[in-house]
């Protein structure tokens, strides 16, 4: 019987096997258990409840981008935020963050005693142990804020156990259709679920479907919109955003240094909903807003002179930006790229758009993940896309295509990106074998 004093490690490989299935939306379960952990006045509040103040973040992208620029904002004014994103690039503990912090695998292993006894005979998921987890750590430790991101869709999500007084859609987009249904409209209604009567609602899609306007409009939501409301500034030189201030009119913000390191839509989302909850912004908020990073949202190291890129871009719209991103980054360059996807993607419209940039394809196996796509359903795909035979290599391993690129001189860019457990992967080989790489 696991306990306080077994490992993280041994917690979550017993979590791995507790529930029958992977995902099973629906908010009975985590609800009862929630209550049974004292939650419940996180359940049922109203517009304008106090402190603390529950932000839920939901969308098919952007949602761990937009969480933490908002966290990094609300921690300049000296605040105390907790941060639950998912999945986790390297650590479990990567999920759960107090004022910006990870958690010490101790205190999250006090939590899931919590809640394993709270439960009784209720079978959780891997994921609503780890919200759980996440409600009862933030509630213990009294943070002000917490900065909830939804993990699967929104209105069956076990995020959506708690009413936010905040609520921001990043994007709707094509993923997960076999959960979330097959059109924009079908995905929308679903993210909309976070939505609640009365409570300001930013939204980062630029063309909201009309499911989501109608859910806004019945609940009587604050909305806020992107290209109306907020948006992106091409001036001055670094780039910036606009807002709507809360009490009318509007403001602007510039980007430093170099501008932002994060897809503009959520920082500017995260910019709106921190002027919402009542904060001014002013020019250290454009530079705070231009030092967010995110490992694995076009994260970087370079080896002797060339890049090697990582991105856990792993739907069509996600591969979009990340060729947007790439030719803008770095506009002279093309690359050597690794990839794996999981064979319920659309996988000939995550690839499609990254085929001007890519010299030479690598598709990668995902080991004991039965969802993975295989290196031959990947290369079946290229080929339908016109990519030459020549043009790809089917590796078993990822160790078997960085190997030689770390042991020879790099004579190339590379760019790895799809799953998160290939990047995960890909840093950590990284990390353990090459002193030369240097953060960009």
Same mark, same amino acid.
């Given at each position: ?10 917690? $979550? ?13 629906? /908010? ?44 990094? /904002? ?14 986790? /690039? ?45 409600? $009862? ?6 943070? =002000? ?11 069956? =999500?076990?995020?959506?156990?708690? !009413? ?18 097959? #059109? ?20 980062? =899609? ?7 306007? =109608? ?14 409301? +907020? ?45 919402? $909850?009542?904060?001014?912004? !002013? ?16 994260? *970087?190291?370079?080896?002797? !002179? ?15 930006? $990340? ?12 690359? @050597? ?31 004991? @993940?039965?969802?993975? *796509?295989?290196?031959? !359903?990947?290369?079946?795909? /290229? ?9 790809? #290599? ?26 998160? +457990? #290939?990047?995960?992967? *890909? ?7 090459? @002193? ?5």
């Amino acid at each position: 019987m696991l306990h306080r004093n077994s490992s993280l490690k041994e917690w $979550l490989s017993w979590l791995e096997q507790l529930h029958p299935t992977e995902i099973e939306l629906g /908010l009975d379960r985590v609800s009862a258990v929630a209550k049974n952990l004292g939650l419940a006045d996180l359940m049922q509040r109203s517009a304008g409840a106090q402190a603390p103040k529950i932000i839920t973040v939901a969308g098919t992208n952007g949602k761990g981008s937009c969480v933490a620029a908002l966290e990094a /904002l609300l921690v300049s004014k000296g605040e105390s935020v907790g941060a639950f994103t998912s999945p986790h /690039l390297l650590r479990y503990n990567e999920r759960i963050k107090v004022n910006a912090c990870e958690l010490a695998d101790d205190d999250i292993c006090w939590a899931f005693e919590q809640i394993n006894q709270a439960r009784a005979d209720i079978s959780l998921s891997y994921f609503e142990f780890g919200t759980l987890a996440a409600l $009862l750590i933030f509630k213990q430790q009294a943070v =002000d804020y917490y900065l909830l991101e939804v993990g699967l869709g929104g209105r069956l =999500d076990a995020v959506n156990c708690v !009413d936010p007084d905040v609520a921001i859609i990043t994007s709707i987009d094509l993923d997960h259709q076999s959960w979330l249904g097959d #059109t924009r409209e079908a995905i929308a209604y679903e993210k909309a679920g976070i939505l609640r009567q009365g409570i300001p609602f930013v939204c980062a =899609d630029k063309q909201a479907p009309l499911t989501l306007l =109608d859910t806004a409009k019945k609940l009587q939501t604050k909305p806020y919109f992107f290209d109306q409301d +907020f948006g992106e500034l091409t001036a001055p030189s670094y780039g910036g955003i606009y807002y709507r201030c809360v009490e009318g009119g509007s403001a602007e913000i510039s980007f430093v240094d170099g501008g932002a390191q994060l897809p503009v839509a959520s920082l500017a989302a995260a910019a709106q909903a921190f002027s919402i $909850l009542g904060f001014e912004l !002013d020019a250290c908020t454009g530079a705070t807003l231009s030092e967010v990073k995110l490992d694995g949202r076009l994260s *970087a190291v370079f080896l002797a !002179d060339n890049v090697v890129a990582f991105d856990v871009a792993h739907n069509p719209a996600a591969a979009r930006l $990340l060729a947007e991103r790439l030719r803008a980054k770095w506009p002279d360059r093309q690359f @050597n790229a690794l990839v794996a996807l999981m064979a319920d993607k659309d996988l000939a419209a995550t690839l499609e758009p990254l085929m001007p940039l890519i010299t030479h394809w690598n598709c990668l196996a995902l080991e004991d @993940n039965p969802r993975a *796509a295989s290196p031959e !359903d990947l290369a079946k795909v /290229l080929k339908s896309l016109g990519v030459e035979d020549d043009l790809i #290599t089917m590796a078993p391993k990822l160790e078997t295509v960085l190997a030689p690129l770390i042991e020879d001189a790099v004579s190339e860019n590379i760019i790895i990106f799809g799953s998160f +457990f #290939t990047v995960a992967a *890909a840093k950590a080989f990284l990390g353990a074998h090459c @002193n030369k790489a240097g953060d960009v």
